[in-house]
C-alpha cells in the first residue's frame, strides 16, 4: 500500500497572505476513500447539501473569511438542524433572486467555522499527517538558477520521506493542477532533484517522483489541503516568523498543529527529532 501526499498552495500571488506555504497532508490509501465519505457525511449534515452543487469549494478562503466570523458573530447560536435549513436556503438565495435574511447570513457564517474544524476532526481521527513548508513573501534573487528545486519544497519532501522510511510505505504526490507553466517548470525541478542529486535519488526509494495533477473542484483531498494551508499561514508561527496571526483563526490551526508529522530524521550520519512543518527564511541560500 501507499501513502498520498495531498498537495497546494498558499499565498504565492503575494497578496493578501501573510506567507508562502506549499504542503498539505498525507493519508493512507486505505483510508481515503473511507475520509472521503465521511467528509461528504459531514458537508450535507452542515449544509443539507454539496458546495461543489454551488460552484462553490472546501478551501479556507471559502469557509474562514472576516465576513463569514463576522455573519456566525451576528446572533446566537443556532440549533444544527435550523441551522442547516438556514445554510441551505442561503445557498438558495441567489437562484431564487433574492437576498438572504439575517437569520440565513448567521446560520451560514456558523456552518462554516463548524464544518472546518470538523473537517480537520476528520483528518485527525482518520491518521491522516500535516507537512508544510513556509517561507517569507520573498521575490527570487536576480541570477538564481530556475533549474533546481527551492531549498523549502527539498525540506518538504525530505520529511515526507522520513515518514514513508517510518511506516515501510510507497508515497504518492498529488497536486492541485494550476498554471500549466508553472506546473512544469516545477515537474522539471523536481525530475531534476529525484535525478540528479545524491539525495533525491535516495529519497525515490520511497517517494514516487512523478506527481498526480487533479483539478481542486474535482478532489476533495486537494480542497482539504488548501484549508489546513490557510489555517497555518493565517494562524500558526513558528520561532522566527513575525508576521500577525489573524487571532479568529489560531484555534483552527491549533488543531492542524496537532495532526502535523513528527519523528525522527537524519543528516550527515546524525539522528534528530523534526516535524512536519518548517520555517525556511531563505528559500534561495545556501543549505
Not at 504565492?12 to 506567507?19: G, L, N, Q
Not at 478562503?61 to 463576522?70: S, V
Not at 439575517?102 to 463548524?114: I, K, N, W, Y
Amino acid at each position: 500500500m501507499s501513502w498520498l501526499l495531498f498537495m497546494d498552495e498558499s499565498g504565492h500571488d503575494h497578496k493578501t497572505m501573510p506567507y508562502e506555504v506549499r504542503g498539505g497532508f498525507a493519508l493512507h490509501a486505505c483510508k481515503v476513500w473511507p475520509f472521503i465519505l465521511a467528509l461528504r457525511t459531514l458537508e450535507q449534515s452542515t449544509f443539507g447539501a454539496y458546495l461543489h452543487e454551488y460552484g462553490t469549494e472546501i478551501k479556507g478562503c471559502k469557509l474562514l473569511t472576516k465576513d463569514r466570523f463576522k455573519w456566525a458573530a451576528q446572533g446566537s447560536k443556532i440549533e444544527a438542524a435550523a441551522r442547516r435549513k438556514h445554510a441551505l436556503n442561503f445557498l438558495n438565495s441567489s437562484t431564487q433572486g433574492r437576498a438572504p435574511r439575517r437569520d440565513e447570513f448567521t446560520a451560514f457564517g456558523q456552518a462554516c467555522l463548524d464544518f472546518a474544524e470538523g473537517v480537520i476532526l476528520l483528518l485527525q481521527s482518520h491518521g491522516a499527517k500535516v507537512f508544510a513548508s513556509i517561507i517569507p513573501r520573498v521575490s527570487k534573487p536576480p541570477g538564481t538558477s530556475a533549474d533546481y528545486l527551492r531549498r523549502d519544497h527539498v525540506y518538504l519532501f525530505e520529511r515526507f520521506f522520513h515518514l514513508l522510511e517510518q511506516q515501510r510505505d510507497q508515497g504518492l504526490l498529488v497536486m492541485d493542477e494550476t498554471d500549466h507553466a508553472s506546473d512544469r517548470d516545477f515537474v522539471r525541478r523536481m525530475e531534476r532533484y529525484f535525478t540528479s542529486t545524491l539525495t533525491g535519488r535516495q529519497r525515490t526509494q520511497w517517494i514516487v517522483p512523478v506527481p498526480l495533477f487533479v483539478t481542486s473542484e474535482m478532489a476533495y483531498g486537494v480542497q482539504v489541503a488548501d484549508l489546513c494551508l490557510y489555517c497555518i499561514n493565517c494562524g500558526l508561527r513558528l520561532p522566527g516568523m513575525t508576521e500577525p496571526t489573524r487571532p479568529e483563526i489560531e484555534s483552527f490551526a491549533w488543531l492542524v498543529e496537532r495532526i502535523v508529522w513528527r519523528g525522527e530524521g537524519y543528516r550527515d550520519g546524525k539522528v534528530f527529532k523534526t516535524q512536519g512543518i518548517c520555517f525556511v527564511p531563505d528559500p534561495y541560500g545556501g543549505r
